[in-house]
C-alpha cells in the first residue's frame, strides 16, 4: 500500500474512534433524561392503577355514610310514626320509610360493585407493584452506570486526542487538508478501499484504468465521484 494512504487509514481510525467517543457523549445526558423519565412514568403508572383503588374505597366509603344518614332519618320517620295518631300522617311516614329503604338498596347494589371493583384490582395492583420493583430496579442499574460511563468516554477522548496529532505530523499538508475535508462531509470515511471494482464510499463502479492505478500504488488516487481517496487490498 502506498504509504501515504496507509498514514491516511491509520488517521482515519483514529479519527472513527474520536468520533465514536464524542458521539457517545453527546448522547448520555439523552440517554439519561430517557431513563429518568422512565422512572418518572413507572412511578405515574402505579400511581395510576393506586389511585383508581383509593377513589374506589373512597367512593365505598361516601355511600356507606349516605345509607347510616339515610337508616338515621328512617329511625326518626319510626318514631315519628309511632307518635302520631292519624291514619294519613302513619301512611305517609310508611311512604316515606319505604322510599328511603328503596334507595338504601340501590345505593347497597352500587357498593356491593364497588367492592367488586376492588377485589377485580388487586391482582393488577399486584403484579403492577412488581413489575414497578423490577423496572426501578432496572433503570436505577442504568443509572448508575452514567457517571463511570462519562469518566471513561473522557479519558478515552484525551487520549485519543492526544495521539492524532504525531500521525498528521508525516501527511502532506495538501493531503490532509482535503482528508479533513472528506472526514467531516462523508461520514467519517475519507479513504475507502475499491472491492470488486466498486468504490465503497460511494458504491459506482470504477473505471478499469482507476482500479489499475490503485493496485500499481505510484500515485494516490481518488474516487472521480465522491472525492474519496481510494486504494485496493484484491490481488
Same mark, same amino acid.
Given at each position: 500500500?502506498?504509504?501515504?494512504?496507509?498514514?491516511?487509514?491509520?488517521?482515519?481510525?483514529?479519527?472513527?474512534?474520536?468520533?465514536?467517543?464524542?458521539?457517545?457523549?453527546?448522547?448520555?445526558?439523552?440517554?439519561?433524561?430517557?431513563?429518568?423519565?422512565?422512572?418518572?412514568?413507572?412511578?405515574?403508572?402505579?400511581?395510576?392503577?393506586?389511585?383508581?383503588?383509593?377513589?374506589?374505597?373512597?367512593?365505598?366509603? +361516601?355511600?356507606? *355514610? @349516605?345509607?347510616?344518614?339515610?337508616? /338515621? %332519618?328512617?329511625?326518626?320517620?319510626?318514631?315519628?310514626? &309511632? $307518635?302520631?295518631?292519624?291514619?294519613?300522617?302513619?301512611?305517609?311516614?310508611? +311512604?316515606?320509610? *319505604? @322510599?328511603?329503604?328503596?334507595?338504601? /338498596? %340501590?345505593?347497597?347494589?352500587?357498593?356491593?360493585?364497588? &367492592? $367488586?371493583?376492588?377485589?377485580?384490582?388487586?391482582?393488577?395492583?399486584?403484579?403492577?407493584?412488581?413489575?414497578?420493583?423490577?423496572?426501578?430496579?432496572?433503570?436505577?442499574?442504568?443509572?448508575?452506570?452514567?457517571?463511570?460511563?462519562?469518566?471513561?468516554?473522557?479519558?478515552?477522548?484525551?487520549?485519543?486526542?492526544?495521539?492524532?496529532?504525531?500521525?498528521?505530523?508525516?501527511?502532506?499538508?495538501?493531503?490532509?487538508?482535503?482528508?479533513?475535508?472528506?472526514?467531516?462531509?462523508?461520514?467519517?470515511?475519507?479513504?475507502?478501499?475499491?472491492?470488486?471494482?466498486?468504490?465503497?464510499?460511494?458504491?459506482?463502479?470504477?473505471?478499469?484504468?482507476?482500479?489499475?492505478?490503485?493496485?500499481?500504488?505510484?500515485?494516490?488516487?481518488?474516487?472521480?465521484?465522491?472525492?474519496?481517496?481510494?486504494?485496493?487490498?484484491?490481488?
Amino acid at each position: 500500500m502506498l504509504e501515504p494512504v496507509a498514514q491516511l487509514l491509520i488517521l482515519q481510525n483514529t479519527d472513527q474512534r474520536l468520533d465514536e467517543v464524542i458521539q457517545a457523549l453527546r448522547a448520555l445526558p439523552e440517554e439519561k433524561n430517557s431513563c429518568e423519565q422512565a422512572l418518572i412514568n413507572a412511578d405515574r403508572k402505579l400511581a395510576s392503577i393506586y389511585s383508581k383503588s383509593q377513589e374506589i374505597e373512597k367512593e365505598i366509603k +361516601k355511600i356507606e *355514610g @349516605l345509607i347510616d344518614l339515610k337508616r /338515621t %332519618q328512617i329511625g326518626r320517620y319510626r318514631i315519628q310514626q &309511632m $307518635e302520631t295518631r292519624k291514619n294519613d300522617e302513619y301512611a305517609a311516614f310508611n +311512604k316515606e320509610i *319505604g @322510599l328511603a329503604q328503596e334507595v338504601i /338498596t %340501590q345505593w347497597e347494589d352500587q357498593q356491593l360493585g364497588l &367492592m $367488586e371493583q376492588s377485589e377485580l384490582l388487586k391482582p393488577d395492583m399486584e403484579r403492577a407493584t412488581e413489575v414497578h420493583a423490577i423496572e426501578h430496579k432496572r433503570l436505577h442499574a442504568i443509572l448508575a452506570t452514567f457517571d463511570g460511563r462519562s469518566k471513561n468516554l473522557l479519558a478515552r477522548q484525551e487520549e485519543l486526542q492526544e495521539a492524532r496529532p504525531p500521525l498528521t505530523l508525516p501527511i502532506d499538508e495538501e493531503i490532509l487538508d482535503r482528508y479533513e475535508r472528506l472526514f467531516k462531509s462523508k461520514n467519517g470515511l475519507a479513504v475507502a478501499p475499491i472491492e470488486h471494482g466498486v468504490c465503497t464510499g460511494c458504491h459506482m463502479q470504477m473505471t478499469m484504468q482507476t482500479i489499475l492505478s490503485a493496485k500499481a500504488e505510484k500515485e494516490i488516487i481518488t474516487c472521480s465521484q465522491c472525492g474519496r481517496y481510494l486504494y485496493t487490498e484484491e490481488d
